[in-house]
């Protein structure tokens, strides 16, 4: 068997293993994957990288955790209680440390709904201020929505509000670890969170850095700002070692080619038809093909092309 610090160079080096045909990795369990050890100490849960599906429990995002010493801190809530649990039973088994911490990545479901659960067990939960708002104003829609996909898997999630909000980093010292919680600025969708573990140099990169599947575009993406982001803040970073939102662990190049240069092309590709006086209806058809190899880029490149249209206009 590979060694933590191999196995994660050895993940790094090849190319994206997408994985969003297959439906369960980890039948054992409501989680997608086992945890997998990356390096000493720092383990994470893969999730699908497909949509959220009863098939996968709402595990299609990666969920880590930190062995400290001196207690386990969790990076994110997970997409619903019972999933949240099947994350704490397999802590449990590696080793006897309580959960001290829980971190959402952003305000999305799959970030938050299983907070119900780590609330319930007295964790303290952080998120950024504006992640938490946006979990506060939408979490019913989106506990309703999870509810209807997941069906009897939901039971027991309700929508659980973080205990503790930061503005732009939060420092944490615990055990060997030093673990910092940073905003870096706009990006995938509001709140965005990075972990970054300065010792190991590792960041948890939550949605701003993927590699396996297609980047998702919402309304409120700010892809302008998400790029400036990355290249202002997030490359500054680092880091060796990049656990993204959605995939396997790897490294800086692979996330930059899939996330930041996807980005790039895509707002390159809108802009000449912008520049030729063409519509909506020719920028959803914009040539992704370089892209077309990754997860989800049926369900999205279309939506992707849309939205960064939109926002281009007003530009």
């Known amino acids: 068997m590979l060694r933590p610090i191999a196995l ?8 994206a293993a997408a994985n969003q045909a297959i439906p369960d990795q980890y039948p054992a369990s409501l989680l997608y994957s086992a945890p997998v050890e990356v390096i000493p100490h720092f383990w994470t849960s893969i999730g699908q990288t497909a949509p959220s599906t009863y098939e996968n429990s709402g595990h299609n995002n990666n969920l880590s955790f930190i062995v400290t010493g001196e207690g386990v801190v969790v990076i994110n809530g997970g997409g619903a209680a019972k999933l949240a649990e099947a994350l704490h039973n397999e802590i449990k088994r590696i080793t006897d440390q309580a959960v001290v911490l829980v971190i959402n990545e952003n305000g999305q479901g799959h970030a938050m709904l299983g907070n119900s659960y780590w609330a319930a067990q007295g964790v303290p939960i952080l998120a950024h201020e504006d992640a938490a708002a946006e979990f506060e104003e939408r979490g019913y829609d989106i506990l309703d929505a999870a509810k209807t996909r997941l069906k009897d898997r939901a039971e027991g999630t309700d929508v659980a509000l973080p205990t503790e909000t930061f503005e732009d980093r939060k420092v944490i010292e615990l055990g ?115 892209y077309a190899h990754l997860d989800t880029f049926e369900e999205l490149a279309t939506r992707n092309a849309g939205r960064v249209f939109e926002a281009m206009e007003w530009e």
């Open 176 to 290: 060997d670890f030093t673990i910092e919680v940073l905003y870096l600025g706009p990006a995938h969708s509001p709140g965005d969170t990075q972990v970054w573990l300065p010792k190991q140099q590792l960041v948890i990169a939550g949605d701003m850095a993927f590699h396996e599947r297609v980047p998702p575009i919402f309304e409120e993406t700010d892809s302008a700002g998400w790029i400036e982001t990355w290249e202002e803040e997030f490359e500054a970073l680092g880091a060796l070692y990049v656990i993204p939102g959605h995939g396997h662990p790897t490294n800086m190049d692979q996330v930059r080619r899939y996330t930041r240069d996807y980005l790039v092309y895509l707002r390159g590709k809108v802009a000449e038809v912008i520049e030729a006086g063409d519509g909506l209806a020719e920028a959803y058809y914009v040539d992704q093909s370089p």
């Open 8 to 15: 994660c160079l050895a993940l790094s080096m090849t190319p």
